[in-house]
């Protein structure tokens, strides 16, 4: 806690007793209540003076100066709550404490409300004498809350996540580290499972607790079960925790050997050795190293030559400095150096780490840029000129108007972990883990909700905007054959696609991406769009069947003609004829009748002399309908053979050649070749066996007037199905894989 907040309480709490004093009406019970609470208050043992404040106001709801008092205590436990007391206080009475302005901007500060902060502690300025020596510090306050505005307002890419109620509790957890192999995670907690703790931390003789009404600091070690969740945590309440406040602070030489701080001397650097699985006794770091000034924690380098740490021992202002020290040939640490003014600044510097490489420093710091209270700073190593570089904050999410210290990376430098007082955790200062949001890759294929066909050539845009909203933008055009796109997306937000074709906007949808901090992330997605292809409408029209049948219609013949017209005129266009079913029988003998009606629509277009080598065909059955099967309309839509141009890929659908004037195969443009426009295709009669792409084996058996149809289908997991027709009756009978079965009867209608 700094002096200017010292100074403020202790007035503040001159200000409490006169004014309970003054407050006859008071009830006794209340008032001893009251002084109960300020007690506490006074001696910073905010924790233990809520409950007498909150029996006060469960009293007196409107009691200002129980409000007032309360709001400064849940500053370090919940944010919001602070402000709404605060504010209610100077609300029921604005003359609640004279530091009343002084309070509301710290409040609002932490609470992200950065332009009232500054306008309360300028207000609050005007109240002090010139020669008032708060003036400094509040000029400090009101800077990092100009600093908080900037990088707030930038944020970064980043995703910060709390480990959770395991690790985490209603108390302070701090101080993470993690082992090697990224599978044992060591902290500090003021948690209630801390060695000793026992009794009230509101009673003041309680020898395991602090003088600021919380557990002493314990080691504790989790091990990891997963990628989100740890083990129950257990205390490392051995040699590692002493009667004081004991922390962790690296393991190294392989995990080996941990540096932990110890509440010695007012607070000295220790080091333990692992054998036989346990740690030993804490040794104390040489006099190079530890002073009877405060030393906080400490980092060595990978090839244990070098420490860097903090220690108030050289700051004439009683502040944290960092300072590193070599190990001379005797094995021991020599006469330490400070980094200089380029880290250092004249209040706190805090909690060194250096990258694997030894080229970035992590440090914590109330100086420099911060936002308030802590925040992580990394510097860069010049090796030419042999200096640190000028630090640089790590921007908002990592730092947040209040403390951030601990800056730990992971194993692989992937994420990192740091300690946090931040808005949404447990209680007071929980850990957290930092990842870089990753890219995602989003692919999948477009559709026509018309017809369920696939698109191709479509055009995707997604556009989006980063976190300091700078503007994003992807793009892909789907394939030719498959109707395709992939686009790698930076992921964790929602993108405005725009789906065009030909130049043409079809439509913008919105999609929301979820966040990813890894780099192997894939999803999935199909956009269904309202599109019709009308390149070649006016060339290819649809044919329709009646129930069951595949017989050629006279309209049809008359388009297959118009289509046989335009193929000769377009000798280069190549086409696909596709048929359709609509839902009534099974779905294998769909998968027939569709394949017997296209290729009645083929054998219609080779007899009119167009080379079969310029004609495909392909079955959907009933899997592609063109309108939902629900009414005897819509179902006469999905029994239909399509025509669509066969485009190479990257190719453009050309503009087409209309058919020669009065041309057809016959000439009358109404019939077959040789034959009366009343006379269909027809399959040849005899048996057949199909195996489909699914596994599915088809046999059919067509008798010589192919009025009659026998179909057996086995599915690759046991399914069956036999269907007869006859006269345009359906007569079928199904399993399924788990032996269910079904009969189906229809009549042609």
């Not at 596709?578 to 009645?600: I, P």
Request: proline share 4%; charged share 25%; hydrophobic share 30%.
């Amino acid at each position: 806690m700094d002096n200017l907040v010292r100074r403020l309480l202790t007035a503040s709490c001159t200000f409490a007793l006169a004014a309970a004093v003054a407050q006859p009406a008071l009830a006794q019970s209340t008032r001893k209540t009251l002084k109960t609470a300020n007690k506490f208050f006074d001696q910073e043992n905010y924790r233990a003076s809520i409950p007498f404040y909150e029996q006060v106001l469960a009293k007196e709801p409107n009691n200002a100066l129980a409000l007032f008092r309360a709001g400064i205590a849940y500053m370090s436990f919940d944010k919001e709550k602070a402000s709404d007391y605060i504010y209610k206080a100077q609300r029921l009475k604005p003359k609640v404490s004279k530091d009343v302005e002084y309070w509301l901007g710290r409040v609002d500060h932490l609470n992200y409300n950065f332009d009232e902060a500054i306008a309360h502690f300028q207000a609050y300025n005007t109240t002090l004498g010139k020669k008032d020596t708060r003036k400094a510090a509040l000029a400090q306050l009101i800077q990092h809350s100009k600093n908080a505005k900037v990088q707030f307002n930038s944020p970064k890419d980043i995703f910060v996540k709390n480990l959770g109620p395991t690790i985490n509790t209603a108390f302070s957890e701090h101080s993470p580290v993690i082992s090697n192999d990224d599978k044992l995670l060591l902290f500090t907690s003021r948690g209630e499972n801390v060695t000793g703790a026992s009794g009230s931390t509101a009673n003041p003789k309680n020898k395991s607790v602090a003088a600021d009404g919380e557990y002493y600091e314990d080691i504790f070690e989790a091990k990891r079960i997963d990628d989100e969740n740890w083990e129950k945590p257990r205390s490392l309440s051995g040699a590692l925790n002493g009667k004081g406040h004991d922390a962790s602070i690296q393991v190294f030489d392989n995990d080996t050997k941990m540096l932990m701080y110890r509440q010695d001397e007012n607070g000295d650097i220790f080091y333990s050795e692992k054998a036989s699985g346990d740690w030993t006794e804490p040794k104390k770091l040489n006099n190079n190293i530890n002073s009877k000034a405060f030393e906080s924690d400490a980092y060595i380098t990978p090839d244990g030559l070098t420490i860097y740490f903090s220690t108030s021992k050289y700051s004439d202002q009683n502040t944290l400095d960092i300072y590193y020290a070599t190990r001379q040939p005797g094995g021991d640490w020599g006469t330490p150096k400070s980094l200089g003014n380029v880290i250092n600044t004249p209040f706190d510097d805090d909690s060194p780490y250096l990258s694997k490489d030894g080229k970035t420093l992590y440090f914590s710091s109330r100086g420099h840029n911060t936002m308030g209270g802590y925040d992580i700073f990394k510097s860069e190593y010049d090796s030419v000129g042999r200096t640190w570089g000028r630090p640089e904050n790590m921007g908002y999410p990592v730092n947040t108007p209040d403390d951030d210290t601990y800056y730990r990376l992971s194993p692989d430098g992937s994420y990192a972990y740091l300690s946090s007082y931040r808005i949404g955790g447990y209680g007071e200062k929980d850990i957290y883990t930092i990842n870089y949001i990753k890219n995602a890759i989003i692919r999948g294929k477009v559709y026509s909700q018309r017809d369920s066909t696939i698109i191709p050539g479509v055009e995707l845009v997604f556009s989006g905007t980063q976190a300091d909203k700078t503007a994003l933008s992807y793009r892909d055009v789907t394939k030719p054959e498959t109707g395709d796109y992939q686009v790698s997306v930076l992921s964790g937000r929602t993108y405005q696609v725009a789906v065009s074709k030909d130049g043409k906007n079809i439509e913008t949808q919105e999609f929301a991406v979820p966040v990813s901090t890894s780099d192997s992330t894939v999803i999935e997605k199909n956009f269904y769009v309202p599109y019709v292809d009308t390149s070649s409408t006016y060339a290819f029209k649809k044919i329709y069947f009646d129930t069951d049948k595949y017989k050629l219609r006279p309209e049809s013949i008359k388009e297959l003609n118009n289509i046989s017209g335009i193929l000769k005129a377009n000798p280069g266009l190549n086409i696909s004829i596709e048929g359709h079913c609509d839902s009534r029988n099974t779905d294998e003998y769909n998968m027939v009748l569709g394949q017997n009606r296209a290729d009645a629509a083929y054998n219609y277009l080779k007899k009119s002399g167009i080379a079969e080598t310029r004609l495909t065909t392909v079955s959907y059955g009933e899997r592609v309908p063109f309108a939902t099967n629900d009414s005897p309309e819509n179902m006469q839509l999905n029994r239909r053979v399509e025509f669509r141009p066969i485009l190479k890929e990257g190719e453009a659908m050309p503009r087409l050649q209309p058919a020669a004037s009065g041309a057809s195969s016959t000439g009358s443009g109404s019939g077959a070749p040789g034959s009366s426009g009343n006379n269909p295709a027809t399959l040849t009669p005899g048996k057949s066996k199909v195996k489909m792409a699914d596994g599915t084996k088809v046999k059919t058996k067509v008798d010589e007037d192919d009025d009659k149809v026998k179909v057996k289908a086995k599915g690759a997991n046991g399914e069956e199905s036999k269907t007869k027709t006859k006269n345009g009756t359906i007569d079928a009978k199904t399993k399924d894989a788990t032996g269910e079965k079904t009969k189906v009867k229809t009549d042609n209608d």
